[in-house]
């Protein structure tokens, strides 16, 4: 277990919450194997840019395969995950998120999903085994990325975009600059020294790529900003899925749909596991407005191809709105 001393708690940021957070009962439901999802697809990335997805058809043995590789990783002691770090941004990372002075109370692993990536970064902790955790990642990955593409085609049908794939098209192309995180939040005791506090397992953000499908175990944290701006704790759920809408989506929709913007609390007592796949296009892709859902209106936003947009986005702050400066005034 990690272990840490109380001044270093203190660099943690905390947030103000009513003990104990209540759960948000209107997360949108979508059943994927209803041929009517697409309506109800379409208004819950309107109405929160978030929500959940049953009779998804990935495998259960993928996931708890998974699982159990992310457990047997984050157990391994730290000066031997620490071999498959730092994170730059890919590898082990440990309370640092990203380059730019943000941290969480989180541990991760963070992967590129094209073949490319070197998995013998993890080879010298995972010694023999290296092969169990790469291939558990692809196959976890391959099924989640079909759901997330499915799901795409319900939306573009839903949009009455003609293009069926034009949004899963991205996903698909063998250039997809798409990641995998396995996050694991370790219980965090001394959070009950602030009581009505919490402390920021993952600090809030929005994603940059098109869409998140995230799966966590049972330990609750995961919390949403509505409109309003009022934060919701998002009932966990092991057997289904929870979708973000990214700020690619936001662009492509000219502003329609809005990227959710989400965080993570640290839990007292359990630790949560959560592995996220962040769909993203190929690098030069360009990220404007369909034309068929401008309705005659100007784009919103400046063009910009995704390699401009993460090159970006990896400059800022994680809690910074990153599409602003993509705005057009
Ligand atoms: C948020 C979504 C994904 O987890 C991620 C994150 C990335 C990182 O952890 O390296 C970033 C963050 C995320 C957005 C702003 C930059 C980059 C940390 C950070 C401060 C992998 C991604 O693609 O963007």
């Known amino acids: ?53 049953i009779n998804h058809g990935v495998p259960t043995e993928f996931i708890s395969k998974l699982e159990s590789e992310a457990i047997k990783f984050f157990s391994s002691p730290l000066s031997e995950k620490e071999k498959a770090g730092p994170a730059d941004p890919f590898g082990y990372g440990n309370k640092k998120i990203g380059s730019n002075g943000d941290v969480g109370w989180v541990e991760y692993i963070l992967v590129s999903t094209n073949s490319e990536f070197d998995y013998n ?46 949004f899963s098209k991205l996903l698909m192309d063998e250039k997809s600059d798409s990641v995998f995180r396995l996050n694991h939040y370790p219980p965090c005791p001394e959070v009950e020294e602030f009581s009505g506090k919490n402390l920021i397992g993952f600090g809030e953000h929005t994603d940059p790529q098109i869409i998140s499908v995230l799966r966590s175990n049972n330990t609750s944290g995961l919390q949403i900003s509505l409109k309003d701006g009022h934060w919701i704790s998002v009932p966990p759920d092991q057997n289904s899925f929870f979708i973000n809408v990214g700020d690619s ?81």
């Open 1 to 53: 277990m990690v272990v840490l001393s109380k001044p270093a708690i203190e660099h943690f940021s905390i947030v103000n919450n009513c003990k104990p957070p209540s759960y948000f009962s209107g997360v949108p439901l979508i059943d994927l194997s209803k041929p009517d999802s697409k309506n109800l697809i379409v208004k819950a990335c309107e109405e929160f840019g978030f929500f959940k997805v």
């Open 249 to 329: 989506l936001q662009v492509m929709t000219n502003g329609r749909f809005k990227s959710v913007r989400h965080r993570v609390l640290a839990n007292s007592v359990k630790s949560r596991l959560s592995m996220i796949y962040f769909g993203g296009p190929p690098l030069s892709e360009k990220i404007a407005p369909l034309p068929s859902l401008m309705e005659g209106k100007d784009s919103l936003y400046k063009e910009f191809t995704w390699v401009e947009y993460k090159k970006s986005a990896y400059k800022t702050r994680l809690a910074d709105n990153r599409l602003v400066l993509f705005e057009k005034i």
């Open 121 to 166: 970064k993890f080879a010298s902790i995972l010694g023999v085994n290296s092969e169990n955790i790469r291939d558990a990642v692809n196959d976890y990955v391959s099924a989640v990325k079909k759901m997330a593409c499915q799901i795409l085609e319900v939306l573009a049908e839903g949009l009455k975009i003609q293009q069926r794939n034009v």
